[in-house]
């Protein structure tokens, strides 16, 4: 007893020093860009608080400093959730979204009092806009009728999904630029060869910030400390596989992500599953056996096993431990085929679970989302010989690091022995280009290996 | 192509003994008059031409040979030149667009060609010119749907599948064995009997040695002549120099690639494809740049700028070529409907205010289960001029289907756009010609390079908070006071 209250005296001493080193952080960026008007490249592991820091530089730049700002995204999503965000604050602020003509905002943004009407071409921009957002393709095109300098500052937010051809244009608009990212997530789709461009001086197909350190290395780049959305078991799993250059700790407390049952187990794999999950265990692999699967990212026996774990969770009357009831728009499910999402959709449409609710989807789309639970499936089940799409890291990255409580991955056995068995072509990639299917080997196997050390692989 | 159709296509063609088509449109468009063929025998290992073979593909070729490829004479190469050269000219003079057909081997002997010769003061000006129009039809060959270059086993392989493996699809001899098989031999015994003889522009092995004893024989024959001049130079058995067996023997392995080349050629010519109608546009894009780039000896792009506008381009070239398949092309179509970028829909309502004109939303049911559409997707009708963006993706509650709502941006008149209860198929490779905007931003790109400017960095502060940040933390803190959570 006393012991556990020792531990939770050092929980809380602990999370107030994470709480601490946030905010330094914050204080970091803040000082760079706004006192020193320096540019700043900020490292963000999943779930830090990405958008939070832009909106709080923004903030602090246009209504404090009464500057004007620049915000960018890679997609129109993102931009409506940082209009969202950044309009939060109300009025005097004034916020103009760059948008394509054919396009409309979302109703409740056009009726917030902060927003101006959307305008498709630079010169159309209201004067009294005090922060201009928009896509990055979008300001590209407009970039010809900008000036130089017009802004204070240009953000971009998950500046590791644009790449440095599409971004490197923009940056003449911003005195100084704040690029905000996740380095182990998603890069930036060229849809080309980059082979040939990989020993050229200038990567032009890399995500910007990767070659802005290269072109720029005087540019400070600040790591922030801790993710809010992932727990502590969670990351100790995650960040030694995808992000060794970018140490980080988790700062949601334990007790804020527990995951409990009402209903008791059956014992069955599945609930073996999710009893371990309401153990603590924050990624569960389960397991069906092994067997070669060719139809092109489909097995149906699989897809039957997501919708039937979405639907255990929901059926054993799920909780977020002390906050709320586990509902369907709660799950979100994960396959890096189009093909294989659209058979788990059948597969939970069959039991009766709105394919409404429960967002089922690729990790693309994944990114920038979050889950309670997340629901998986391995890129490499009831696969014999792997291919660099089911290789990527990134990819995987997004899928294990969408959740606040739990992430169940499903798949086939011989995960480890297809790892195994994989014959890696060592010659075979361009002078000066790193070897990416090395890297996501070797990601896949430390953390394949760190889930069967730690007792999280279960069988059918 | 999916693994899956992959798969069932080679099935299919291993147990009917032939290739099987996997397009019902040619993608390249048909040959201009005149179009040249080049074939080489490069020395193994090297990658120097000992041996080409040049002229109209239709007809007899011009044969040159080096029996000693390593030397620094390039006089082998001058035929080369000179057709090249000529025919280059004359095709842009015409207004028609060149065409080259040849294989990857020998392709990649001409791009090294034009590395090593180029920018090379030690060679002549015919060379030097040589080696910028082989650059520029390497150069060419990267373009998504360009006409000019037809590498003859590339060709093949996006138009069929063959009972063999892809691996075994590189090789051309054997490729051939499946769309032109010998009359009583199957079409695997014919691929595996020429699978026996190389078709990458090498010679066969035991020729190879039997040319490398007689090059060394031929030097030594050379030095003699040299420093001894009246010592009787040995010849071959038959009476020959070694030199001339050698240019024999290079000859013949010449003229079968060449051999393979024609047949390449006929083969294709042979599946009778319609050309498709897009290919005319692909011609004139062909010819614009080949046009534009002959009179130039530019260097492949390296600057930022010019990189960057190179892969847009890339990219934007790679989407309409697709947008013309997925258009003129059924097989194509198909394949990309299994993919979910294709869909078969009925209009089940049509919303317009004012008739024939903005707004209009079509509504679109769709049964079919993988769907690559998603909110703010543009997606175009096909067969029709009519295209808009995805406002709403739904289920209907039934399985396997779909409600999308189409806010249409084109075609909205009554004429254009299809009528209530029609089935359309939709496909999401709407094309936005931006490389005009492109262009401006690159060439501004250019004139003044990004850059950030390098300041001096105040040390952070040894606490957690930067002292002169604080009251922007505080400043913050009062906003988020304010604002609801």
């Known amino acids: ?460 | 192509m999916s693994a899956m159709i992959d798969a069932v296509g080679r099935l299919l063609a291993w147990q009917q003994g032939s290739a099987v088509p996997i397009r019902a449109t040619s993608a390249l468009s048909e040959d201009p008059e005149g179009a040249l063929g080049i074939a080489v025998v490069r020395l193994a290992g090297e990658e120097r031409i000992q041996a080409i073979a040049v002229g109209p593909i239709t007809g007899e070729p011009t044969i040159s040979v080096s029996w000693n490829a390593l030397d620094r004479n390039t006089r082998h190469l001058d035929a080369l030149a000179r057709t090249l050269d000529r025919y280059l000219r004359y095709s842009i003079a015409s207004g028609q667009v060149p065409r080259l057909w040849t294989g990857a081997a020998a392709l990649k002997c001409l791009e090294l060609l034009a590395y090593r010769y180029r920018r090379n003061p030690n060679t002549n000006g015919r060379i030097r010119r040589l080696a910028a129009l082989c650059g520029l039809l390497a150069h060419e060959a990267c373009y998504p749907g360009q006409q000019v270059v037809v590498v003859a086993e590339d060709l093949l392989r996006a138009h069929v599948v063959t009972g063999q493996s892809a691996d075994e699809d590189q090789h051309l001899g054997t490729l051939l064995a499946w769309l032109s098989p010998s009359p009583g031999t199957s079409a695997l015994e014919e691929a595996n009997r020429r699978a026996l003889q190389p078709a990458s522009g090498l010679l066969e092995r035991l020729v190879d040695n039997r040319i490398e004893r007689l090059r060394v024989s031929a030097k030594r024959q050379l030095r003699g002549g040299a420093t001894k001049s009246r010592r009787r130079i040995r010849v071959q058995p038959a009476g020959k120099p070694s030199r001339e067996v050698i240019e024999d023997l290079l000859r013949e392995g010449v003229r079968r690639e060449w051999d393979l080349l024609v047949e390449a050629r006929r083969a294709f010519r042979g599946l009778r494809l319609p050309v498709s109608p897009g290919t005319k546009f692909l011609d004139r894009l062909s010819f614009d740049r080949m046009s534009y780039e002959l009179g130039e000896d530019r260097s492949l792009p390296s600057r930022p700028h010019a990189l960057s506008r190179y892969i847009s381009e890339l990219e934007h070239l790679l989407a309409l070529v697709e947008g013309f398949d997925v258009r003129y092309d059924r097989c194509v179509r198909e394949r990309k409907r299994a993919e979910g970028r294709v869909f078969m829909a009925e209009v089940v309502g049509v919303v317009q205010p004012r008739p024939n004109r903005k707004p209009c939303m079509l509504l679109l049911r769709t049964e079919q289960e993988i769907l690559r559409v998603r909110e703010g997707t543009r997606l175009q009708v096909l067969d029709a001029r009519v295209d808009g963006r995805v406002t709403v993706v739904r289920s209907t509650g039934q399985p396997g289907e779909a409600l999308v709502e189409l806010e249409l941006k084109r075609g909205v008149r009554e004429r254009d756009r299809p009528p209530l209860g029609a089935r359309v198929d939709l496909a999401d490779t709407v094309l936005l010609d931006t490389m005009v905007r492109q262009r401006q931003v690159y060439r501004e790109m250019r004139i003044a390079p990004p850059t950030l400017l390098e300041r001096k960095l105040t040390p952070p502060p040894s606490g957690a908070d930067a002292p002169v940040a604080a009251d922007l933390l505080d400043f913050l803190d009062d906003l988020r006071g304010m604002t609801p959570q």
Request: charged share 25%; glycine share 6%.
């Open chain 1, 1 to 460: 007893m006393a012991d556990s209250g020792i531990q939770g005296i050092q929980a809380i001493q602990d999370t107030q020093d994470i709480q601490v080193r946030l905010r330094g952080a914050l204080a970091r960026i803040l000082d760079l860009t706004v006192n020193q008007r320096m540019s700043v490249i900020v490292d963000s592991p999943p779930g830090a608080g990405k958008t939070e820091l832009i909106v709080s530089v923004v903030w602090v730049l246009a209504l404090r400093k009464k500057l004007r700002v620049a915000v960018v995204a890679p997609r129109v999503s993102q931009v409506y959730d940082l209009c969202r965000r950044l309009g939060s604050v109300g009025p005097p602020l004034s916020i103009q979204v760059l948008l394509a003509s054919d396009r409309a905002l979302p109703t409740d943004l056009s009726s917030n009092p902060v927003m101006l009407e959307p305008v498709s071409r630079a010169r159309d921009i209201d004067p009294r806009a005090r922060v201009v957002v928009g896509t990055v393709s979008k300001f590209f095109s407009a970039l010809p009728d900008f000036s130089a300098g017009e802004f204070e500052l240009l953000c971009c937010e998950e500046a590791y999904m644009s790449a440095y051809k599409d971004l490197a244009p923009l940056l003449k608009l911003g005195r100084t630029v704040m690029l905000v990212g996740d380095p182990g997530q998603l890069a930036p789709l060229v849809r080309v060869d980059t082979g040939p461009f990989e020993s050229m001086e200038t990567k032009v197909h890399w995500a910007a910030p990767r070659q802005l350190r290269l072109s720029f290395p005087w540019v400070p780049v600040v790591s922030l400390p801790a993710s809010r959305r992932l727990c502590r078991d969670t990351v100790s799993i995650v960040q030694p596989a995808f992000y060794t250059s970018l140490p980080f700790v988790s700062a949601a407390p334990d007790a804020t992500r527990r995951i409990s049952f009402s209903a008791p187990s059956s014992g069955d794999a599945i609930d073996r599953a999710l009893d371990l999950s309401a153990e603590g265990a924050s990624i569960v692999a389960l397991l069906l056996p092994g067997r070669e699967v060719s139809s092109g990212g489909v097995d149906l026996e699989v897809a039957t096993l997501m919708a039937e774990v979405a639907t255990r969770v929901l059926a054993r009357g799920a909780e977020w431990t002390g906050r709320r009831r586990i509902e369907p728009s709660h799950i979100g499910v994960m396959d890096a085929h189009v093909a294989g999402g659209a058979s788990v959709r059948r597969a939970l449409r069959a039991l009766d679970i709105s394919t409404e609710e429960v967002l089922v989807d690729t990790p693309e789309r994944f990114q920038g989302l979050e889950r309670l639970l997340t629901v998986v499936k391995h890129p490499m089940s009831g696969k014999r010989a792997l291919s660099a799409f089911d290789l990527a890291a990134d990819r995987w990255c997004v899928m294990l690091t969408r959740h606040l409580l739990c992430c169940l991955i499903i798949g086939r056995e011989g995960i480890r022995e297809t790892l195994e068995a994989h014959s890696h072509d060592c010659g075979e990639r361009p002078l000066g280009a790193e070897d990416a299917l090395w890297q996501g080997w070797f990601t896949h196997s430390t953390l394949w290996a760190e889930l069967e050390r730690l007792g999280r692989v279960v069988r059918m």
